[in-house]
């Protein structure tokens, strides 16, 4: 700090690029687990050579894109400075709702997805509903809303079973042109897609309201319609997780959600989403989540028990967050000379 | 929020305290007075319910929440969420059930050392949350796993051994015809209540809730007070561990998961709000012990799970849209416009 102080004024231009790259790491929390992400799979890689085949590749991609997904959803609602804990119970019911009225072939597969895009829509315009307008905390009326949904999927099918279209659970889980992993091009169309929302109105007002509600209403956000908004994209993601899901697993159950519930928080804290709200993003998240679920397969390739795979995943949590907190705090410093 | 409230004081009259008292009265005595309704309610559907008997069976079954809850209800008073209550609950009972092995030797010391490690481990994550200013809800979340995996692999993935036998029997005895368990909760209670309101501690804990910059200021370790209000919620998720080995004479690895979310829905049900800096504990009781209520009502009438779960969470969102501010508010503002017209 002291050294800090007495800088020369001709070092400014200089310290101001420093600061500009420190702001930027800590604003892209992506690169931070990207890097993680790329150190992980050469460990991954060095372990278990046969990791790289396009087989391997696939079906860890396949693993990875429900809570991809998840994930992806859970940072809307972060980002507007709030928690969503109804994800558990979307995932169950949209995977309970494929797997009991499945619908042949690819037209078979839309009908279907357009089924669980309006349950996610619906249930998360409830949540933007409650949250936004009736001014109920999230946490707790995303809790009344998941328990709601948990129920209505164990209406719909009482005990893991049903079983899920063809094409949902053969196309969307292979290769096209059996080159590039489906799952691949859907987490890269999730990006894309967040990159062009984040330009439009509602996702810079997203950033306003959650770095300060009050002040966003003051310039003339509307914060109600942001947040509302928030909760309603967080359910259509949600939606799609549950959909990836039967894609993979090809059979329904009622609890599917409930693993997810606590790991796509987690994912979002990997990805450098502040819970404060207002800054991170989803691609950060996304990386995050597929991180989660490559660090499984390390520790298992590496021998460790899997016991206590959540030691490392814990552990790691904390220590991304720090690491986060760490930048922010390098650059602010430097940001204040 | 903030700006509500900065017009509530510039009508120059401090009327904040009399008006959280005035909702909180309100919203214990609905929550009270509408498990008594179902209790006696239940009688519609089989004669043997709504006596005391069935009385004394939900406070028993609701006294595990209740003691989870105190904690969990401490950590939101704090601005903060405790999120490592499931896996806490595990290792008190997996710690209860190995360690004594079946035996009441080491009873007298095992007991204060699982509450010790309990209380150490909450310290930890209030270290996070204080001094390294994780956000509470990853700090626990993350410590929720480590613990969990730590369980897993203590246990090699199945928890063996038994509670001591004078545990066992303690959650079978009676006293005057009341059954121990029952009196347990009423003591509990009656110690987290005066710790909550009537200690210094207590109200220093309302004090950093409410604006921590402000209790900073005025010469509160608002630091010391956080990590002390982590560290109870731990003790008190052990404890119930211990209760519940005791009472299912076993521990499971999956032991704690039924009680996280309601001990969150138990808190706000109870009128406190998740931001901090409000409720009262005979609120978080009331929450409690509805929840168990309609939970034991639902399974007694044989209907389909699906259904039980909906209704579950519809009362959860009636009772939060129900408990919100602007009822209060409607609610004095009619019995004022009533008294003086």
């Known amino acids: 700090?002291?050294?800090?102080?007495?800088?020369?004024?001709?070092?400014?231009?200089?310290?101001?690029?420093?600061?500009?790259?420190?702001?930027?790491?800590?604003?892209?929390?992506?690169?931070?687990?990207?890097?993680?992400?790329?150190?992980?799979?050469?460990?991954?890689?060095?372990?278990?050579?046969?990791?790289?085949?396009?087989?391997?590749?696939?079906?860890?991609?396949?693993?990875?894109?429900?809570?991809?997904?998840?994930?992806?959803?859970?940072?809307?609602?972060?980002?507007?400075?709030?928690?969503?804990?109804?994800?558990?119970?979307?995932?169950?019911?949209?995977?309970?709702?494929?797997?009991?009225?499945?619908?042949?072939?690819?037209?078979?597969?839309?009908?279907?997805?357009?089924?669980?895009?309006?349950?996610?829509?619906?249930?998360?315009?409830?949540?933007?509903?409650?949250?936004?307008?009736?001014?109920?905390?999230?946490?707790?009326?995303?809790?009344?809303?998941?328990?709601?949904?948990?129920?209505?999927?164990?209406?719909?099918?009482?005990?893991?079973?049903?079983?899920?279209?063809?094409?949902?659970?053969?196309?969307?889980?292979?290769?096209?042109?059996?080159?590039?992993?489906?799952?691949?091009?859907?987490?890269?169309?999730?990006?894309?897609?967040?990159?062009?929302?984040?330009?439009?109105?509602?996702?810079?007002?997203?950033?306003?309201?959650?770095?300060?509600?009050?002040?966003?209403?003051?310039?003339?956000?509307?914060?109600?319609?942001?947040?509302?908004?928030?909760?309603?994209?967080?359910?259509?993601?949600?939606?799609?997780?549950?959909?990836?899901?039967?894609?993979?697993?090809?059979?329904?159950?009622?609890?599917?959600?409930?693993?997810?519930?606590?790991?796509?928080?987690?994912?979002?804290?990997?990805?450098?989403?502040?819970?404060?709200?207002?800054?991170?993003?989803?691609?950060?998240?996304?990386?995050?989540?597929?991180?989660?679920?490559?660090?499984?397969?390390?520790?298992?390739?590496?021998?460790?028990?899997?016991?206590?795979?959540?030691?490392f995943q814990g552990v790691i949590m904390i220590l991304a967050v720090l690491f986060a907190a760490f930048v922010q705090y390098m650059s602010r410093s430097r940001g204040n000379r | 929020m903030s700006l509500e409230q900065d017009m509530d004081t510039s009508a120059g009259v401090d009327t904040r305290a009399a008006s959280r008292f005035g909702s909180e009265a309100i919203t214990i005595a609905v929550i009270f007075g509408l498990t008594i309704v179902l209790i006696l309610g239940s009688r519609f559907i089989s004669p043997a319910f709504g006596g005391w008997g069935q009385t004394e069976t939900i406070l028993f079954l609701s006294s595990f929440l209740v003691f989870c809850s105190f904690g969990q209800g401490l950590v939101i008073l704090v601005r903060g969420l405790d999120l490592s209550i499931a896996s806490m609950i595990t290792l008190g009972g997996v710690l209860t059930t190995t360690w004594l092995a079946g035996s009441n030797e080491g009873l007298w010391y095992v007991v204060p050392a699982i509450l010790v490690v309990s209380a150490a481990i909450g310290s930890i994550s209030g270290f996070g949350v204080t001094m390294l200013r994780i956000p509470p809800f990853i700090m626990t979340l993350a410590m929720g796993i480590i613990i969990y995996s730590l369980c897993l692999g203590y246990t090699q993935g199945t928890p063996r051994g038994y509670p001591a036998p004078a545990l066992a029997d303690l959650m079978r005895a009676h006293f005057l015809g009341v059954p121990a368990p029952v009196i347990l909760l009423l003591v509990f209670v009656a110690i987290a209540v005066v710790l909550q309101s009537w200690t210094v501690l207590g109200r220093r804990l309302y004090a950093v809730g409410n604006n921590p910059i402000a209790a900073h200021v005025s010469g509160l370790s608002t630091n010391k007070l956080t990590i002390g209000a982590y560290a109870i919620s731990a003790m008190c998720a052990g404890f119930t561990g211990i209760a519940l080995a005791a009472y299912a004479n076993g521990a499971t690895l999956r032991m704690g998961d039924d009680y996280l979310l309601p001990s969150i829905a138990a808190v706000v049900v109870g009128g406190s709000s998740i931001l901090g800096g409000k409720g009262n504990f005979l609120g978080t009781v009331g929450g409690a012990i509805l929840l168990t209520t309609l939970g034991t009502i639902l399974a007694a009438l044989g209907i389909e799970q699906g259904w039980k779960t909906i209704i579950e969470g519809a009362v959860i969102l009636v009772a939060l849209i129900i408990l919100r501010e602007s009822v209060y508010e409607a609610i004095r503002v009619w019995m004022g416009r009533s008294s003086t017209g």
């Open chain 1, 1 to 311: 700090m002291s050294a800090a102080d007495t800088t020369p004024m001709t070092d400014t231009a200089q310290a101001s690029d420093k600061r500009r790259l420190l702001t930027g790491l800590a604003s892209q929390g992506a690169v931070l687990i990207t890097v993680v992400y790329v150190l992980l799979w050469i460990i991954y890689a060095s372990e278990q050579p046969s990791a790289l085949s396009a087989y391997s590749i696939e079906s860890l991609l396949n693993n990875s894109l429900p809570l991809m997904l998840a994930a992806a959803g859970q940072t809307f609602v972060v980002l507007q400075g709030g928690f969503d804990l109804s994800v558990a119970g979307i995932i169950s019911l949209s995977n309970v709702v494929v797997a009991v009225y499945p619908v042949e072939g690819p037209f078979g597969a839309l009908v279907n997805l357009a089924m669980v895009v309006g349950i996610g829509l619906a249930v998360g315009a409830t949540n933007g509903f409650l949250v936004a307008y009736m001014r109920i905390q999230s946490i707790a009326a995303t809790l009344a809303t998941m328990i709601i949904c948990q129920g209505i999927a164990l209406l719909i099918l009482k005990a893991p079973g049903g079983y899920v279209s063809e094409f949902i659970s053969y196309e969307l889980t292979g290769s096209l042109f059996g080159v590039v992993p489906v799952a691949a091009v859907i987490g890269a169309a999730v990006a894309v897609i967040w990159l062009a929302f984040r330009r439009t109105n509602t996702g810079i007002a997203l950033y306003a309201v959650g770095r300060d509600a009050a002040a966003a209403e003051l310039s003339g956000i509307d914060v109600r319609r942001a947040r509302f908004a928030a909760f309603c994209w967080a359910g259509v993601l949600y939606g799609c997780a549950g959909y990836m899901l039967s894609a993979q697993t090809a059979t329904g159950n009622p609890s599917a959600g409930e693993p997810f519930l606590l790991l796509c928080f987690a994912a979002v804290a990997l990805g450098g989403t502040s819970f404060s709200g207002g800054s991170g993003g989803v691609i950060g998240s996304l990386i995050g989540a597929a991180t989660l679920m490559l660090m499984q397969k390390v520790l298992f390739s590496t021998g460790v028990s899997s016991f206590y795979t959540g030691v």
